[in-house]
């Protein structure tokens, strides 16, 4: 039943990113405007907003225009769903996987932003920054902070340190090939990773992100 849930929980979520994606970098509001066709630009009725299925239903086309919707939104919604039941099948309702899991549709619509636009915008970048500090808090309120001089060495310095990183790395990059490597956007979000990850898992940042990057290039 709990996989259900989170399984429910996920595509909402993941229609949700749709949304961010597209209204962030064209600077609509984006926790308020109804949703709407963006070829026809007719308010979509509730029917329209089922994740997934609304657009099985319509076979891939708006309702009233019957113009083509773009298979991002599926993609990005199961992809949404799947990443939540992982995170649940690993950290449970824990701390750290509630919070994730609300993480996921901001660091969701952030990739597919970044992939489009080259660009990490800022206010998703301080949600997922604002959400890290209140794992941390969560994790002082419940009692589960044993040392808190350590905890803040581990996840503030951790910040500091990953965004150091990030910022002599793009320095070095730009100065060898004579052109921007690196946005200071990637700075910020290197930041946040520090937030949540910790200075201990700084190494196995770097594989991962190395690796993916390198497949991706």
Known sequence: MNYILVSVLG???GCFSTAVIYRVPRG???GVARSACPNCRTLLA???LIPLFSWLLCRGKCRHCGKPISKMYPIVELSVAAACILSYAMLGFSI???FLIA???FLAASLVIDLDRLILPDSLTSIVGLLGIGRLA???FYGQ???PLSTAIEFIGGAALYAGLAWLLGLIMTKA???DALGFGDVKFFGVAGLWLGISYLGWFCVFSGLFGVLLA
């Open 28 to 30: 609509m509001k984006w």
């Open 177 to 179: 090939l004579k052109r």
């Open 138 to 140: 969560a994790f002082a």
């Open 145 to 147: 902070i044993s040392d």
């Open 103 to 105: 993480a996921i549709p």
């Open 96 to 98: 750290t996987g509630i």
């Open 46 to 48: 509730p029917r329209d």
């Open 11 to 13: 595509l909402i979520l």
